[in-house]
T-cell receptor, first 111, second 121 residues
Framework: ELKVEQNPLFLSMQEGKNYTIYCNYS?????LYWYRQDPGKSLESLFV?????AVKQEGRLMASLDTKARLSTLHITAAVHDLSATYFC???????????FGTGTRLKVLA | GAVVSQHPSWVICKSGTSVKIECRSL??????MFWYRQFPKQSLMLMAT?????????EQGVEKDKFLINHASLTLSTLTVTSAHPEDSSFYIC?????????????????FGSGTQLSVL
């Protein structure tokens, strides 16, 4: 059964700094997703990573996937306050759309 | 991108009553929809997979008689929390995909509804 773990669970950082959120998963996952959630809101899709070595970037966020290590990372460059949110990674079981979510990383960017 | 509409966004009810939450795919047909629940500051837990025209598939530990799922059409799935109790208070989120198993569109993804905050008094 697929299990997804994230770390850290909570991250407080200064504006302008860089940091990486890690997402480990236990068994083969077809693809790896990153979502953002603001308080009381639903999930906003950030990235879909399909293959080993995949790297996607959008603004100050960059996601990568290493299927051999069963690891995905979400790198934040020069953080700004607007990036404060909870970030979830999720994997999907082969052949299905069942998403298994990580624990989430609550990011707070301090001005 | 595809839009998933979820209603209501917030509901307060008395203990023992039933609450229905609707999830609609607005501009695509969704053969499969998913229902998640999320407790405060926790992750999303998959409750069940809703299949159009057939019975839902529930995850282990989810009471199917308590959380009734109906997927009567390709654009609508409903979750009814029956005889709700305070411990059922949670954020419920539905999701749907416009892809299908075996699809050539490998980057299809789930689209999420706006969520329903249920508070049972």
């Amino acid at each position: 059964e697929l299990k997804v773990e994230q770390n850290p669970l909570f991250l407080s950082m200064q504006e302008g700094k860089n940091y990486t959120i890690y997402c480990n998963y236990s068994t083969t996952s077809d693809r790896l997703y990153w979502y953002r959630q603001d308080p009381g809101k639903s999930l906003e899709s950030l990235f879909v990573l399909l293959s080993n070595g995949a790297v996607k970037q959008e603004g100050r966020l960059m996601a990568s996937l290493d299927t051999k290590a069963r690891l995905s990372t979400l790198h934040i460059t020069a953080a700004v306050h607007d990036l404060s949110a909870t970030y979830f990674c999720a994997g999907s079981t082969s052949g299905t759309y069942k998403y298994i979510f990580g624990t989430g990383t609550r990011l707070k960017v301090l001005a | 991108g595809a839009v998933v509409s979820q209603h209501p966004s917030w509901v307060i009810c008395k203990s023992g009553t039933s609450v229905k939450i609707e999830c609609r795919s607005l501009d695509f047909q969704a053969t499969t929809m998913f229902w998640y629940r999320q407790f405060p500051k926790q992750s999303l837990m998959l409750m069940a997979t809703s299949n159009e025209g057939s019975k839902a598939t529930y995850e282990q530990g989810v009471e199917k008689d308590k959380f009734l799922i109906n997927h009567a059409s390709l654009t609508l799935s409903t979750l009814t929390v029956t005889s709700a109790h305070p411990e059922d208070s949670s954020f419920y989120i539905c999701s749907a995909t416009e892809g299908f198993l075996g699809s050539a569109f490998l980057d299809e993804k789930l689209f999420f509804g706006s969520g329903t905050q249920l508070s049972v008094l």
